[in-house]
């Protein structure tokens, strides 16, 4: 089969033939419907030296998968062939304390999960490919709902799952009379501004550098619209009567970016740290709000995947994709990388 396989940190990956996998106990293979391109690939590709995570290339990329059952190993109960599926992608032990609540992400026995910290496309294969094969596969796949499409679907797993959980830990906040923002409205950012939409009463302004991705968010249901320059904290404390942000859900993570979260959350918020650009916020008395909250988060829970998939299957979150052949997957990443895709693009093989 066709796989786009990343070799080494700092490189552009190749599309290569690679032999199908075959499952073995407790594991399946999947067709690939859908792998989503997200910018974290790129800092796999541009910025992350050995040693930044605790996995390393070679592998194949696409961590944000959906398609269907092809072959089933030993002992997977509960699917069909030609099922169509969702991936969850953080793979941990499946035994301990976090593993067992669905919380797989912060897995508390990282050297016994198949990709220590990672998953399928990150330190594990993943389904930039013809084919995928997924561990534990009665934990990592969740039936997709009638009616989704695994093309259409799988940016869920990633770009909708790691917006819901930000968002969902801050639920208590988004109140009626409550704001929240989001920064970068790209592919987490654009379904951010409809989780906050769909999911709390609270109103949403939407921040990006590219017009584009504002105009997405304002297509996702974003209350208000400012531009990512130097007035754009003042424009969201005049939006907010001058009080702040209840809930910044940062989805760049650059010093720029931190500074605005900084600048504009207020008393008792929350600044939530979903982008990995790499940028610091300095954290002290008089440098953040009283009580502001300020916290990293990493993807989402399994049950959490069951939730965004219910809300996509009520069309009430709506991913905009583009999508790509496998043969434009490299295409696919530099047009991520100049902002030129609208959404998530998806690979469909
Ligand atoms: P993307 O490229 O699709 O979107 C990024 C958006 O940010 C774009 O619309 C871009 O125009 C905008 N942007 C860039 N600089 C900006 C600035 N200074 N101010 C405002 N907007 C700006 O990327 P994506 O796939 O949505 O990923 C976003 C970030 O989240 C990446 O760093 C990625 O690695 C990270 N990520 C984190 C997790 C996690 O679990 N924490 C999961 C997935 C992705
Ligand atoms: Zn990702
Ligand atoms: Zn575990």
């Known amino acids: 089969m066709r796989a786009l396989r990343l070799e080494s940190w700092k490189s552009e990956p190749k599309l290569v033939e690679v032999p199908d996998p075959t499952p073995g106990p407790g594991e399946a293979v999947i067709r690939v419907g859908g792998a989503g391109a997200c910018h974290s690939d790129l800092h796999l590709m541009h910025d992350f030296d050995a040693g930044a995570v605790p996995w390393q290339p070679p592998f194949t990329l696409g961590h944000e998968n959906a398609g269907w059952v092809h072959a089933l ?23 301990c304390r976090r593993c067992l609540a669905g919380v797989e992400t912060y897995c508390e026995n990282p050297a016994e999960a198949p990709a220590p910290g990672g998953g399928g496309g990150l330190g594990a294969d993943g389904g930039m490919a013809d084919y995928m094969l997924v561990p534990a596969a009665e934990r990592h796949l969740l039936p997709l709902p009638e009616g989704l499409e695994p093309a259409y ?46 999911t709390t009463g609270a109103r949403v302004i939407a921040v990006d550098v590219r017009d584009e991705a504002l105009e997405v968010a304002r297509s996702m249901g974003a209350d208000h619209l400012v531009t990512a320059d130097a007035a754009a904290a003042d424009r969201i404390r ?19 970016t931190l500074a605005l979260g900084a600048q504009t959350v207020t008393v008792l918020g929350d600044l939530t740290i979903v982008g990995i650009g ?13 009580e502001a909250s300020v916290q990293t988060t990493y993807w989402g829970s399994s049950p959490e995947l069951a939730d965004v998939l219910d809300l996509a299957a009520r069309g009430l979150l709506t991913p905009k994709v583009t999508t790509y052949s496998l043969d434009d997957a490299v295409q696919a990443y530099h047009d991520l990388a ?12």
Not at 278 to 290: D, I, K, M
Not at 338 to 349: D, F, L, N
């Open 153 to 198: 679907a799988a940016p869920l797993t990633d770009a909708g799952l790691t917006p819901f959980h930000a968002v969902a830990r801050s639920w208590g906040k988004l109140g009626p009379r409550a704001t929240c923002v989001v920064i970068g409205t790209g592919g987490l950012g654009h379904l951010a501004v409809q989780i906050a939409k769909q």
């Open 73 to 95: 190993g030993e002992g997977v109960a509960g699917f069909e062939i030609g099922q169509a599926v969702a991936v969850y992608g953080p793979w941990g032990c499946g035994r």
């Open 238 to 256: 005049e939006l907010t009567g001058g009080r702040g942000a209840d809930v910044v859900i940062d989805c760049v993570g650059n010093d720029s």
């Open 278 to 290: 790499g940028g610091t916020l300095p954290v002290g008395f008089f440098s953040v709000p009283y």
């Open 338 to 349: 100049e902002g030129k895709v609208e959404g998530r693009a998806v690979i469909v093989p």
